[in-house]
């Protein structure tokens, strides 16, 4: 029985990870190829079938690439490495179509981000349901570094800094379980084609479990477990937006060609289990990280330790910048939350107050609140920029490296860790601890 059982869940993993499935649901939302037409086999006339499976990033010492999964020639190295085809050929999963299925409406579109690790720009495909690609690009979005920038602040700024601190605990440690995962499985993207690359962004990642996934159910679930009660509205509201917002993020990951069905269900799924972890430990972190008199010490002992184990897992990749990114923001939100504690600086609402409810919508508060937000933002990216001018150069130097190259620099594990934790660190300190100090001086706060 109990084998029987494992068959037939591996039969599913197995049929939930075929690359097929993602191709023909990008089929079904409006989007197509340009794929080079495959030869066919002289004896029978038919395609060969994809035979989707593992690849191997290169190791460092130079761009990585993928060996036998490309955005386009499907590892032929014979095929012609084009930006789309010239001509009105496309292709669907199952084969090319003909010229006179293609929509006269359709637009041409690429990837809108380059690969930050290969500098690949990817394929051009076609796009016949412009609402759906609009909709599924903001849906990926809500997984990026810019939403991150914007939302956490905004939300610890204008509406309750309780609730932004514990739940930049939870992404941060969410995203270094998944992105440490990933390193440790090692999966490959679904293979291109039949999927179209409409993302080619994190394509040089591994893909087992979808981060993209999983902060997209971290965020909005642990935003509902941490503001339901605190906050007065229905359950059935704050449950519906939670769940609407992780499917958008969990489906769009399909769109873009990025990730499986069974990618995604994982990222979800392993996503609960962190914040069920979370759940009853999360206030009792906070209270250590304001109070603890070595916490300074824990904070920062801890997720450089992590951040190294993590770095270690394979060669470079976009998933362990985004490790040590999250690790040395979370670091920097930490350590202000102590010393924000520690100077009187921490005003959280008194359980007295509680439940909270949400002021009047007026002109002058939505002025004050993005007066706030504007401020605060311009402090965190004049910061940013600051710091990525001095410690890049700092660190090639220190460790006799060349600096022209950013990039390349950038994929030595001793200059990307460091770097990576010491401008987000101080990114994370200022977002906390001094743009509210500042907005107090000026009397916005």
């Known amino acids: 029985m109990a084998t029987d059982f494992v068959k037939k869940f591996v039969q599913m993993c197995n049929y939930l990870q075929d690359p097929r499935h993602v191709a023909r649901f990008q089929n079904v939302c409006g989007v197509k190829g340009t794929f080079p037409v495959k030869e066919t086999k002289p004896d029978s006339g038919e395609s060969e079938p994809e035979r989707p499976g593992l690849r191997k990033r290169l190791q460092q010492g130079g761009p990585s690439s993928d060996l036998g999964v490309g955005n386009g020639a499907a590892g032929d190295a014979t095929a012609p490495q084009v930006n789309g085809l ?32 290969t500098g690949d720009q990817g ?67 679904p293979a291109s084609p039949p999927v179209v690359k409409v993302e080619v962004f994190y394509n040089s990642e591994y893909s087992m479990p979808s981060t993209h996934a999983m902060t997209g159910t971290a965020i909005p679930f642990c935003l509902f477990m941490l503001t339901y ?33 069974l990618e995604v269900i994982t990222g979800f799924l392993y996503t609960l289990l962190i914040l069920a972890f979370f759940q009853p430990i999360l206030e009792k972190i906070d209270t250590f990280y304001m109070m603890g008199h070595y916490a300074p010490l824990v904070i920062i002992v801890s997720h450089v330790s992590l951040g190294l184990v993590a770095f270690s897992l394979d060669s470079w990749s976009t998933s362990r910048g985004d ?23 921490l005003l959280d609402p008194p359980l007295s107050s509680l439940p909270l409810t949400f002021p009047p919508l007026s002109v002058g508060l939505v002025f004050l609140s993005l007066l706030r937000f504007v401020i605060g933002v311009v402090v965190i990216l004049v910061t940013r920029m600051i710091m990525k001018a001095v410690t890049i150069p700092f660190l090639c130097r220190l460790f006799g490296l060349p600096s022209d190259d950013v990039r390349q620099a950038r994929q030595q594990m001793k200059v990307e860790l460091p770097y990576r934790y010491m401008v987000y660190s101080v990114v994370g300190f200022s977002c906390v601890c001094v743009v509210p100090l500042l907005l107090r001086i000026l009397n916005l706060a």
Not at 94 to 112: I, S
Not at 229 to 256: E, I, T
């Open 229 to 261: 009660g605190r906050w007065q509205y229905p359950f059935l509201f704050g449950f519906g937006v939670a769940l609407s917002w992780s499917v958008l993020v969990c489906v769009s990951r399909v769109y873009m060609g990025m990730h499986s069905i």
């Open 323 to 345: 490790t040590a990114q999250a690790l040395g923001t979370g670091a920097g939100v930490a350590i202000a939350t102590h010393v924000n504690y520690q100077l009187g600086l």
């Open 123 to 189: 394929q051009e495909f076609l796009i016949h349901n412009k609402f759906l690609f609009y909709l599924f690009t903001f849906g990926t979005e809500l997984g990026n570094e810019m939403f991150f920038i914007i939302f956490f602040p905004f939300l610890f700024w204008n509406i309750d800094a309780l609730v932004s601190r514990r739940l930049i605990v939870v992404w941060a440690w969410n995203l270094f379980v998944g992105q440490s995962t990933k390193d440790m499985v090692r999966w490959s993207r």
């Open 86 to 117: 010239q001509g009105d050929i496309t292709a669907r999963p199952d084969g090319p179509a003909a010229a006179a299925d293609v929509d006269p409406d359709a637009a041409r579109a690429k990837p809108l981000r380059k690969n930050s690790l």
